[in-house]
Nanobody
Framework: QVQLVESGGGLVQAGGSLRLSCAAS??????????MGWFRQAPGKESEFVAA????????HYADSVQGRFTISRDNAKNTVYLQMNSLKPEDTAVYYC???????????????WGQGTQVTVSS
């Protein structure tokens, strides 16, 4: 089992920045075998892939909607993944979920493990 706990959400004005953190733990979790990612879900919309870091950070994937504004990173020593969000827009408002999976494909589509989510609200 893998447990994921997000933090760092909040209310920010358009153009501002937020940094989300996700701490991973669990008997089977290892930073060296799990890919990490972020998804988001806005009210009335389906869950949307945001970003993923594959392996130790050799490969990164981003949704077109956040490319150039969001940066995903990981600190393996702390078993923590981050999402730095800059130039935030009202349409970035959503609940953001941390995810983990050992498959580099599944981390972008249907991850096995999910956090509880953290709310991000961007005001115009």
């Amino acid at each position: 089992q893998v447990q994921l706990v997000e933090s760092g959400g909040g209310l920010v004005q358009a153009g501002g920045s937020l940094r989300l953190s996700c701490a991973a733990s669990g008997r089977t979790f290892s930073s060296y075998t799990y890919n990490m990612g972020w998804f988001r879900q806005a009210p009335g919309k389906e869950s949307e892939f945001v970003a993923a870091v594959i392996g130790n950070g050799v490969v990164y994937h981003y949704a077109d909607s956040v490319q150039g504004r969001f940066t995903i990173s990981r600190d393996n020593a702390k078993n923590t993944v981050y999402l730095q969000m800059n130039s935030l827009k009202p349409e970035d408002t959503a609940v953001y979920y941390c995810a983990a999976d050992q498959s580099s494909r599944s981390i972008q589509t249907r991850p096995q493990y999910w956090g509880q989510g953290t709310q991000v609200t961007v005001s115009s």
